[in-house]
């Protein structure tokens, strides 16, 4: 059983940063691919972006340019990093791990709880 575990949310204003982490519960890139999601209150959770095994990684355009998803194999972790944070971020943040292809987040099989980051404009 795959056990992820998200921290680093927090309180910050708009143009600031945060990195949040994800912690798994053993060597899992090599079978999955690791996504970051969001959900704000009364929407619908969208995705954030996802790397895969080989380090490759893809971003959603509402954060391109501005999050960073990166990998530690040896810690078993995986991390984003958020600069110029807005407002609009606000949101919980799950990261979850599925097979590679297979995207969206009904295909993927597991989840953390959520850390919540707040945006203060």
């Known amino acids: 059983q795959v056990q992820l575990v998200e921290s680093g949310g927090g309180l910050v204003q708009a143009g600031g940063s945060l990195r949040l982490s994800c912690a798994t519960s053993?060597?899992?890139?090599?079978?999955?691919?690791m996504a970051w999601y969001r959900q704000a209150p009364g929407k619908q959770r969208e995705w954030v972006g996802r790397i895969h095994s080989g380090g490759s990684t893809h971003y959603a355009d509402s954060v391109k340019d501005r999050f960073t998803i990166s990998a530690d194999n040896a810690k078993n972790a995986v991390y984003l990093q958020m600069n110029s944070l807005k407002a609009e971020d606000t949101a919980v943040y799950y990261c979850?791990?599925?097979?590679?292809?297979?995207?969206?987040?009904?295909?993927?099989?597991?989840w953390g709880q959520g850390t919540q980051v707040t945006v203060s404009s």
């Open positions: 979850a791990a599925g097979r590679p292809g297979r995207l969206g987040a009904k295909n993927q099989d597991y």
């Open positions: 053993g060597s899992i890139f090599s079978i999955y691919a």
